[in-house]
């Protein structure tokens, strides 16, 4: 999971990731941290699944804003 922080064209300016994971779980909590760039205009909360061969679920994002 990440955050990914974007400019008026939706361009990435910065990405924000937890750490990868690799195996099976059962629910599991993942926090990403960041602070905001210079030139945000957009912010998202954003999931990735890469070269798996079985169902991956996400629940539940959010995106808090803690300062």
């Known amino acids: ?3 990914l922080f974007c400019n008026a064209g939706m361009q990435v300016i910065q990405k924000c ?5 690799t195996g099976a779980f059962t629910w599991r909590k993942y926090k990403a941290l960041g602070t ?3 030139g945000t ?3 998202m909360a ?4 890469e070269d798996n061969r079985v ?3 996400f629940d539940d994002l959010s995106l808090v804003r803690i300062s």
Do not use: G, H, N, Y
């Not at 990731?17 to 994971?21: A, H, I, N």
């Not at 954003?46 to 699944?49: A, G, K, R, T």
């Open 17 to 21: 990731e937890t750490e990868s994971v």
């Open 1 to 3: 999971m990440a955050i």
């Open 46 to 49: 954003s999931c990735f699944s």
């Open 55 to 57: 169902a991956v679920l």
């Open 41 to 43: 205009t957009d912010v």
């Open 36 to 38: 905001v760039p210079k």
